[in-house]
């Protein structure tokens, strides 16, 4: 049995504030370790459940902020940016069996600690078919299509919420509970990292791969918070203003819609001025 562990960071242990998640500052070196503990608490209970490998996609901004002296020795770990599924890399390898997303967060525009999709501030809303999506939706869309399941969801409270709706079977942990978009009551590291475990090896049992689910075509739509952002993004082929703020296209697959959906803000991320936005 082999697992993907997806790695965000925003809702790992510990992270209310962007300082907590921003590469460089004392604030993320702090949160690396409590970051890495859930990361390795999720390792550690999958190998309990019968895991026979475990690989880890760093998912977070650089992709470099997991500590690898600090994971188990069985598990192994994609660090680094670039890479063709982004935030589940290594699922279209036919050999995953469950995947788990661990310190996922709310999309943009709903209530959630640090919620956001992709950009931490310009996008405003996205929605796959009339559905407003977070990060874990467009995610398990992709991943359906490789028949993978997800199995396991780690995040704040409404992080695992959102997860009833994409992922309605998988096990769930909260480790802090939103109060606001900066704050949240937090558990202690090792607390999460033993309820984290637990989940993860009783989430084993769930990592069965299944027929490639083939639910297109897609539609996704992207919101942002500045007109001229909307008018960038249509350097994408197919991508289309369908409001002063918004753009559309549509995919056949969600392989191809994730990758217009990260061409897209790519273009727009560098679009972006330091002062106005």
Known sequence: MKILISADMEGATGVTWPADVLPGTPQWERCRAMFTSDVNAAV???????????????????????????????????????????????VQHADVDGIAFVGYHAGAGMEGV????????????????????????????????????????????????????????????????????????????ARTAADIRAAARDAAALAVRHEPVADGPFTLAVEFDAEHLSMAA??????????????????????????TFKAVTTIVDAAVEEQYG
């Open 44 to 90: 550690l209970g999958f190998f309990d459940g019968g895991a026979d490998e475990v690989l880890i996609n760093e998912a977070h901004w650089t992709m470099r902020n997991l500590l690898l002296e600090q994971l188990d020795e069985r598990a192994e770990m994609l660090t680094g940016r670039h890479k063709s599924l982004s935030m589940v890399e290594g």
């Open 114 to 189: 640090l919620a956001h999709t992709y950009l931490a501030n310009q996008i405003t809303g996205v929605w796959i078919n009339g559905v407003r999506a977070s990060e874990g939706l467009l995610n398990s869309h992709v991943v359906a299509e490789y028949g993978v399941p997800v199995v396991l969801v780690t995040g704040d409270d409404l992080a695992c919420e959102d997860a009833l709706g994409y992922a309605p079977g998988a096990l769930k942990v909260a480790v802090k509970d939103h109060v606001s978009r900066y704050a949240a009551v937090c558990r202690t590291p």
């Open 234 to 259: 249509t350097v994408v082929p197919g991508v289309r203003r369908v409001a002063e703020r918004k753009v559309a296209y549509t995919s056949d697959t969600m392989y191809e819609g994730i990758r």
